[in-house]
């Protein structure tokens, strides 16, 4: 696979994904999202990989999606078919991170912003750096928080504080974020790179079997929040406010 938007770094039984755009703090554009559809989906039937890590390159993990070239925006007359690809390319990527038969461990670092965040949320399990900031601002951007988000947000920390943390938009530090029960762990910035070795060794050394099934048993409790009306209203919402032109707007001020 031709990679323009992200590095795969494959060592049987670990796989490490990193975001590779350092340069927009590894921004998503419809590109980065593509490849990460394509290499999780890749590596779901890669029998060797038990744990795939997913990280970014540069001084951050993810500043979520790319102002100056946001994705969920088709090129101008594209049709019915292709005008819906791109505005589920952020859901696409986000499923397949789900569906991924390894294991999944986010390294979080520097920020992880609106959908960087929401990559790491679809992730098994997260581990960040302390000092790194976690913020969902869509609202505050005038759109709406997408790629099945809300439901997800909601199994992992509950209604209240997600809707706290949607609503108000407020920055975040990744002390509160283990708080909340977003981040499994919070580790010194140089300390990273070996908590998130160690975990993926040991989850990797444990029996196949056991391992493929139990994250199938937590992937059939998800299940039971159907994400189809979801992510159905997430596609229309966005749609509606490219169509207003308040999401393009909000991306050139901010960017």
């Known amino acids: 696979m031709k990679l323009e938007s992200l590095l795969l770094d494959r060592t049987p039984p670990v796989a490490t994904v990193w975001l590779n755009r350092p340069e927009r703090r590894n921004a998503l554009d419809a590109t980065a999202l593509r490849e990460i559809a394509e290499a999780f989906e890749g590596l779901c039937t890669d029998f060797e990989i038990k744990v795939v890590v997913l990280g970014g390159r540069g001084p951050s993990f993810c500043a979520g999606a790319d102002r100056r070239d946001p994705p969920g925006t088709p090129r101008d007359g594209a049709g019915v078919r292709e005008r819906r690809f791109a505005s589920q ?59 099945g988000a809300v439901p997800r947000l909601i199994a992992e920390v509950g209604a209240l504080r997600a809707r706290e943390l949607v609503l108000l938009c407020e920055r975040f530090d990744a002390e509160r974020g283990e708080a909340l029960g977003l981040l499994n762990r919070v580790v010194a910035a140089e300390e990273l790179d070996a908590t998130v070795a160690s975990l993926a060794a040991r989850l990797a050394a444990k029996p196949e079997a056991a391992l493929h099934m139990t994250k199938s048993q937590f992937r059939a409790y998800a299940a039971r929040v159907p994400l189809g009306d979801f992510t159905q209203a997430d596609g229309d919402l966005l749609r509606e406010a490219a169509r207003g032109g308040v999401a393009r707007a909000s991306f050139r001020r901010e960017g």
């Open 89 to 147: 390319i952020g859901l696409r990527a986000v499923q397949a991170i789900e569906a991924c038969e390894a294991v999944t461990i986010a390294r979080v670092h520097g920020h992880a912003i609106g959908g960087g965040l929401v990559l790491a949320l679809a992730c098994d399990l997260r581990v960040a750096a302390r000092g790194t900031l976690l913020q969902i601002p869509e609202v505050d951007l005038g759109i709406p928080l997408s790629w």
